[in-house]
């Protein structure tokens, strides 16, 4: 089991002792603005790479997007279905799939990811996930990848531990769940890795509205 999984082990035990998603539902304002900026439209496909317990795809399908929207773990898949189900929402657009490693066929008008390339650690996976993107964007599409970050910062976690269990706050609590896995990488580093992936950057810059995070790195891609 590669250490990224990680994420898996946390959602079941939140799901299990509280009965809430991890990530609360607070959804980022940025990316319908993103959608809006660069002309998507209810016509438009769009895919959410890595989308967790699903609270910006859910958001963007109320607003009248079609998301598909896909996670490696089952369990955050399984919990996106149930709050699709919920809210009256399609379900069926919510699938488990693993970005670095797949034969996913499709392309897209929009991709985006909030979250996730920080969560790989190693040079390879990173650019697997990164190239995936690329490679499902439509020649004209438009990419976001949001990462955690300052762009100042190099910081690499190890794998080994990703699944040793570790005190984190929760609501008004302390949970112990599965550590996961972190990189941070300054813009330079980005840039780098994203021209690798076959990217060019229209804009970057800092965000602070992504829920969970002091600050984000913000790139809006096409393909080079
Ligand atoms: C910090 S959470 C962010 C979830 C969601 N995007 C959000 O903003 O709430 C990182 C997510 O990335 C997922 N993930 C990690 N590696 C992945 C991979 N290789 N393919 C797809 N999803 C992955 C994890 O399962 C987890 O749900």
């Keep these: 089991m590669k250490y990224y999984h990680a994420y898996e082990d946390r959602y079941k035990k939140v799901h299990a002792e509280r009965g809430k998603p991890w990530a609360g539902e607070r959804p980022s304002t940025i990316l319908k603005d993103l959608l809006v900026k660069y002309g998507a439209t209810e016509n438009s496909s769009i895919l959410e790479v890595g989308c967790g317990e699903g609270q910006n795809a859910l958001y963007l399908m109320k607003e009248g997007f079609s998301v598909d929207a896909s996670d490696v773990s089952p369990e955050a898949i399984s919990w996106c279905k149930k709050w699709a189900n919920e809210r009256g929402l399609n379900a069926d657009k919510f699938f488990v799939m693993d970005a670095c490693e797949n034969d996913f066929q499709g392309e897209y008008d929009f991709i985006y990811s909030v979250a996730v390339l920080h969560m790989l650690v190693e040079d390879e996976d990173r650019h697997k996930f990164l190239t995936f993107i690329k490679n499902h964007l439509k020649e004209n599409g438009h990419a976001f990848v949001v990462v955690m970050g300052d762009g100042k910062t190099s910081y690499r976690s190890g794998t080994k531990e990703a699944f040793d269990l570790a005190d984190r706050p929760f609501e008004d609590s302390i949970i112990q769940v599965?550590?996961?896995?972190?990189?941070?990488?300054?813009?330079?580093?980005?840039?780098?890795?994203?021209?690798?992936?076959?990217?060019?950057?229209?804009?970057?810059?800092?965000?602070?509205?992504?829920?969970?995070?002091?600050?984000?790195?913000?790139?809006?891609?096409?393909?080079?």
């Design 178 to 224: 599965a550590t996961t896995s972190c990189r941070k990488v300054t813009w330079e580093e980005f840039f780098a890795e994203l021209k690798l992936a076959g990217f060019k950057v229209v804009n970057h810059y800092l965000d602070h509205s992504i829920s969970g995070f002091d600050v984000s790195m913000v790139a809006e891609l096409v393909r080079e």
